[in-house]
């Protein structure tokens, strides 16, 4: 049994695919796991469900969603998924490796271990693995404020996982894949400062300097028109050396220019992730 948050809810089994019912059912269920503790008082999934606007008998429809999802959760046998209340909160335990989500985060403590002691080409594989529990965009298709700070809380860990990964691409050598790797990334985030930066470097690496001051100077328009702003110091200065020809331009990432979090997503919501 695998719960799937990375992507659109679902639950799959040996058999196929379950729904996980209404969308703010599974609400209900990603409040839960992804709560400090897998533990919410009632009050705080009614808010988290319906934001500022829960219908009549709030309390009664949250009791109603756990217990559909109790039946749900339940029907593969030897895994179980419990679900209890007590005293106004509701409790949840299951196995990590019963949601994607975990079992991203678990890959991502495995492979930052093995490039901390030097096992680069190890790291990156586990990077790989982590990022292939994804399916989609975090909590697809959910409705809700806090749906929306909490997915973007989990992307930005996608994020930061594909960033880590190029950097161990680029150090091993593997321009080529790394290229491959950031061209998708590029498109997909046109204000991340770090992919354009990764993909700068790449394309230097590569003798592609004429690609490289394109994704500059594409970045720079994005920013200017987009956020009245400039591109970082790290990006501009990239861009000056690969002016000037410097067989040095693009310095190896092993320890790459920090980025201002607040500039890697300034489009985002950048609310602290929302504990139970």
């Not at 009791?63 to 409790?91: C, D, F, K, Q």
């Not at 591109?231 to 220019?257: C, E, G, W, Y």
């Given at each position: 049994?695998?719960?799937?948050?990375?992507?659109?809810?679902?639950?799959?089994?040996?058999?196929?695919?379950?729904?996980?019912?209404?969308?703010?059912?599974?609400?209900?269920?990603?409040?839960?796991?992804?709560?400090?503790?897998?533990?919410?008082?009632?009050?705080?999934?009614?808010?988290?469900?319906?934001?500022?606007?829960?219908?009549?008998?709030?309390?009664?429809?949250v009791a109603t969603y756990l217990s559909r999802l109790r039946?749900?959760?339940?029907?593969?046998?030897?895994?179980?998924?419990?679900?209890?209340?007590?005293?106004?909160?509701?409790t949840l335990s299951c196995s990590a490796e019963a949601v994607?989500?975990?079992?991203?985060?678990?890959?991502?403590?495995?492979?930052?271990?093995?490039?901390?002691?030097?096992?680069?080409?190890?790291?990156?594989?586990?990077?790989?693995?982590?990022?292939?529990?994804?399916?989609?965009?975090?909590?697809?298709?959910?409705?809700?404020?806090?749906?929306?700070?909490?997915?973007?809380?989990?992307?930005?860990?996608?994020?930061?996982?594909?960033?880590?990964?190029?950097?161990?691409?680029?150090?091993?050598?593997?321009v080529e894949g790394a290229t491959t790797e950031l061209q998708?990334?590029?498109?997909?985030?046109?204000?991340?400062?770090?992919?354009?930066?990764?993909?700068?470097?790449?394309?230097?690496?590569?003798?592609?300097?004429?690609?490289?001051?394109?994704?500059?100077?594409?970045?720079?328009?994005?920013?200017?028109?987009?956020?009245?702003?400039?591109?970082?110091?790290?990006?501009?200065?990239?861009?000056?050396?690969?002016?000037?020809?410097?067989?040095?331009?693009?310095?190896?990432?092993?320890?790459?220019?920090?980025?201002?979090?607040?500039?890697?997503?300034?489009?985002?919501?950048?609310?602290?992730?929302?504990?139970?």
């Amino acid at each position: 049994m695998l719960i799937r948050l990375l992507g659109r809810p679902e639950m799959i089994m040996e058999d196929g695919r379950l729904d996980l019912g209404t969308p703010r059912q599974q609400v209900a269920l990603a409040v839960l796991l992804l709560a400090d503790g897998m533990t919410a008082p009632v009050d705080a999934l009614v808010d988290r469900i319906w934001d500022e606007a829960p219908p009549n008998r709030c309390r009664n429809i949250v009791a109603t969603y756990l217990s559909r999802l109790r039946r749900i959760l339940n029907r593969e046998p030897g895994e179980p998924v419990r679900i209890g209340y007590r005293h106004g909160t509701y409790t949840l335990s299951c196995s990590a490796e019963a949601v994607d989500l975990y079992r991203f985060r678990t890959g991502l403590r495995l492979a930052r271990a093995a490039a901390a002691r030097g096992e680069h080409a190890v790291a990156l594989d586990l990077y790989g693995d982590a990022l292939g529990q994804w399916h989609g965009p975090a909590l697809a298709g959910l409705p809700g404020r806090w749906t929306s700070t909490a997915a973007a809380q989990v992307e930005r860990e996608r994020r930061d996982a594909h960033a880590a990964r190029v950097n161990l691409l680029l150090g091993l050598g593997e321009v080529e894949g790394a290229t491959t790797e950031l061209q998708p990334l590029v498109h997909d985030n046109p204000l991340d400062e770090q992919f354009a930066l990764q993909l700068m470097s790449a394309l230097h690496w590569s003798g592609r300097d004429a690609q490289a001051l394109e994704v500059y100077h594409a970045l720079s328009r994005r920013l200017r028109d987009q956020l009245g702003v400039e591109p970082s110091t790290s990006v501009q200065s990239l861009h000056l050396r690969l002016l000037k020809a410097q067989p040095a331009a693009a310095v190896r990432l092993a320890n790459p220019p920090a980025i201002d979090p607040a500039r890697r997503w300034p489009h985002r919501n950048r609310e602290r992730f929302p504990g139970a």
